[in-house]
């Protein structure tokens, strides 16, 4: 049953890239970012992910797993999403297994948003985009 879930962001300095990172938690505990970093590194490398793009990472503490949401913006107006669950002690990319969450939405509807009023709408400001965050 939905119900809703602590949803944060984190300062924008907390990626050396830019990314615009929050955090979701099932139980209402702070999400520890650490846990995600290793993997998020892995996700940037595997999909050319620099501070170049406009992109943002949801680190979620699910109620039965750890998700990783990653999204970026190419081809001028198109999000890019790669999600990974932390299965056991190691994290998988499966589309057949895995999505984002109906939590991660508020998130990327933000996101979409944020996109098309710093980046998509005549005038170009990537620091605004990234300053731009969603409101707990």
Request: proline share 4%.
């Amino acid at each position: 049953m939905y119900k809703p879930r602590k949803t944060a962001s984190l300062p924008p300095a907390s990626d050396p890239d830019g990314l615009k990172l929050y955090t979701i938690s099932a139980s209402g505990a702070e999400v520890d970012p650490g846990r995600y970093q290793e993997r998020l590194a892995f996700i940037k490398r595997e999909k050319k992910i620099d501070s170049s793009l406009p992109a943002f990472a949801i680190l979620h503490d699910g109620a039965t797993c750890e998700y990783l949401t990653v999204g970026w913006w190419r081809n001028d107006n198109e999000l890019f999403l790669s999600v990974s669950v932390k299965e056991s002690a190691a994290w998988v990319e499966d589309r057949t297994k895995y999505s984002f969450c109906l939590w991660d939405l508020e998130i990327i509807w933000h996101e979409r948003n944020s996109f098309i009023r710093h980046l998509y709408s005549g005038a170009k400001d990537l620091e605004a985009y990234r300053k731009d965050l969603k409101s707990n």
